[in-house]
Structures are given as C-alpha cells and as structure tokens.
C-alpha cells in the first residue's frame, strides 16, 4: 500500500535561513509525489509534483523538492524563509497506480513550519 | 483563475439530520475528489468521481453518498450525522484521472454536529 510519513511534526526556522521540511515514501510501483501547504481555515494549495525525470522539483513561491529514489524521500525545501511561509505542509502519495481510478491522494500527517523573524 | 467552489462555507447541524455539501469544480475538470478533515488530522479520502462515475471510494460511512452531475459539479449527502462528522470538507478537482495530474482543492467547508 502507499504510505507517506512526515517525521517531523514541526518545524522552527529563522527568517532567511532555509528550510527543510522532510517526508518519506512507501510505493508499489513508480512513485506520483505531491507537496500541498495549508494555511489556517483555507484549502489545500498545490505547490510542486514529481511525476518522472529530474530528481530536482522546483514548484511555487520559490520551494523546491528533491526526490532520492535510495532513501524513499522527498523533502521539500527553499533557501531562504519568509515569515508567511509559516503554515501546515502535507507531502502526498497517489494512492493508486491504475490510471482514471480516481487517483486519490494519501497526505503525510502534516508538518507545522513556524518560520520567525 | 477560476479555482474549486464549495458550498456551504459553514454549517452547523444537530445530531441525526442530514447535510449536503456541495463542490463547483474547476471550468472543464471531470475528475472531483471528496477528502475529510479532522482537528489537528491530515485529509482523509472519502470518494472521488471521474466523468460522472464513481472512480474510487475510501473511507465513506454508509451513512455518506455521493453523486457528480451532469455538469461536473457534485454534491455529498450525509444522514444521520453523528458528532464525530464533525470535519472539515474539502472538494478537490483535477482534469482527468491521470496520475500525474495535480489537484486543486477547494476552501471547504467546515461542519459542525452539535
């Protein structure tokens, strides 16, 4: 079954330092990973996908992820915080490799990135 | 751009009625997923729908259905809602059930069972 975990629940950063935010994955198959960033009592925004190809990811507001297929992971990153990066982030996994079966998303338990000035 | 509608935005209900929530996907998306929220919990699956057929079901109680229309947009009906429903429901959208396409959530909407 396909399984992400998030082993930090946390995150404390300071302004311009950079950051790393880290998941792990357990796929059958090729693994579809997806980071989304939740901000208080709003929706889930899509920030970068590794679908294939470069292990170097670069998606919105300047985040950046990096697939390593030996370590099963895939840790979102930038290089320098901002204060309203602060919110939850959630790796995911396609729960599913049967393309047009519905291809839900199985999300990590989240990590709280406080980033401070 | 047009992004995922959800209505209502809040609704409070007591134990035993019933809710239904309602998703707008995006402009010319097809594919409508239903995930459950809980306090201080990542989303849930519930049931997704591509071109207006049940494409995959996850943790949907019973009590739970669910249909996508004619015109994309779909609507979750829950009964015999039970304190533990309460949630936050988030409708997502993507264009076609392809593997490597993203989903856009929508803002959801928060239920509350009192």
């Known amino acids: 079954a396909q399984s992400v975990a998030q082993p930090e629940d946390q995150v404390n950063v300071a302004e311009g330092n950079p950051l790393t935010v880290k998941c792990t994955y357990s796929v059958s198959g090729n693994p579809y990973l997806f980071w989304y960033v939740q901000y208080p009592n709003r929706g889930l925004q899509f920030l970068l996908k590794?679908?294939?190809?470069?292990?170097l990811v670069k998606g919105s507001y300047g985040f950046e992820a990096e697939f390593n297929k030996s370590q099963t992971s895939f840790h979102l990153k930038k290089p320098s915080a901002l204060v309203s990066d602060s919110a939850l982030y959630f790796c995911a996994v396609r729960g599913t490799v049967i393309y047009n079966q519905g291809g839900k998303l199985i999300f990590g338990q989240g990590t709280e990135l406080s980033v401070k000035p | 751009a047009a992004g995922v509608i959800q209505s209502p935005r809040h609704l409070i209900k007591e134990k035993r009625e019933t809710a239904t929530l309602k998703c707008y996907p995006i402009?010319?998306?097809?594919?409508v997923y239903w995930y459950q929220q809980g306090p201080g919990q990542d989303p849930q699956f519930l049931i997704s729908?591509?071109?207006?057929?049940?494409?995959d079901k996850g943790s949907i109680p019973d009590r739970f259905s669910a249909q996508q229309f004619s015109d994309y947009h779909s609507e979750l009906n829950m009964s015999s809602l039970e304190l533990g429903d309460s949630a936050l429901y988030f409708c997502?959208?993507?264009?076609?059930?392809?593997?490597?396409?993203?989903?856009?959530f929508g803002p959801g909407t928060r239920l509350t069972v009192t």
């Open positions: 997502a959208s993507s264009s076609g059930g392809g593997l490597h396409r993203e989903q856009y």
């Open positions: 402009p010319r998306h097809d594919t």
């Open positions: 590794y679908i294939t190809g470069d292990n």
């Open positions: 729908f591509y071109e207006k057929m049940q494409s």
